[in-house]
């Protein structure tokens, strides 16, 4: 990557706009720096409205000094996206809509931020029983690996798997959005701190030590009000 002086977040996104979409009918900053969680690496989330585009796509670009990822949509693909993430709950193109500054909007803005707003507030669509079943069935299987394995380097990739399904079945079950890799934490904070700094400590502990004992703990907490550990009697697909 070339040394190139970076520019104020702001101006960098209206200069890639003016160079690269000048006839949009709107464009937002999105992402780590408009909230405040920059890091060195960061980039810059620019979504862009452009009724010329047939489809909406990605692209990338290292400019201004920033690594910069474009998400481009004409005035109707956004609700494709908006369905989609609803249904995988996790509401990527929604969020950076409603915390996108503008940049630049010709009357547009205001009825796609009204209109992810309302998808954010109302939160995913409810798990059903036959569902939750399922994923204590899943999220049982996982445990019961976790607890048996005695190999470090399968125990590794399995308590991985294990927490993913924790934090999916406890969020899902309280009718919050969910989230990967970094967004796995912050989805759990936004559900409840106490439980986030729980999560966070049983798995670090295992980590760092080795002992099982914290993180099999916590997983039979999230599985008890639920009915807890499932297995027998568990059948799918059966006619």
Request: aromatic share 12%; with cysteine; proline share 3%.
């Amino acid at each position: 990557m070339t040394d190139v002086q970076r520019l104020d977040p702001i101006e960098a996104t209206r200069l890639f706009i003016k160079e690269n979409f000048p006839r949009c009918q709107a464009a937002l900053l999105a992402g780590s720096v408009v909230r405040g969680e920059s890091t060195e690496t960061s980039d810059l989330d620019i979504v862009v409205f452009d009724e010329k585009f047939s489809s909406s796509y990605r692209e990338s670009f290292f400019k201004y000094g920033w690594r910069i990822e474009v998400f481009v949509h004409n005035l109707t693909s956004y609700k494709s996206y908006f369905l989609s993430d609803i249904k995988r709950a996790r509401p990527s193109l929604p969020q950076m809509v409603v915390e996108g500054v503008i940049i630049k909007d010709e009357g547009l803005v205001t009825k796609l931020k009204e209109e992810a707003n309302i998808l954010l507030n109302k939160g995913p669509e409810e798990w059903s029983a036959r569902t939750i079943v399922e994923k204590r069935y899943f999220l049982t299987d996982s445990l019961d690996d976790f607890t048996g394995c005695n190999d470090r380097a399968e125990e590794i990739f399995i308590v991985a798997t294990l927490a993913e399904l924790v934090s999916e079945f406890v969020l899902r079950t309280n009718n919050c959005w969910i989230g990967n890799s970094k967004w796995m934490v912050r989805s759990l904070k936004m559900y409840d701190i106490k439980f986030t700094d729980d999560f966070v400590t049983a798995f670090d502990e295992y980590y760092r030590t080795g002992d099982k004992l914290t993180v099999i703990q916590l997983v039979d907490a999230v599985l008890e009000p639920h009915g807890g550990r499932l297995f027998e009697g568990f059948s799918s697909g059966k006619v």
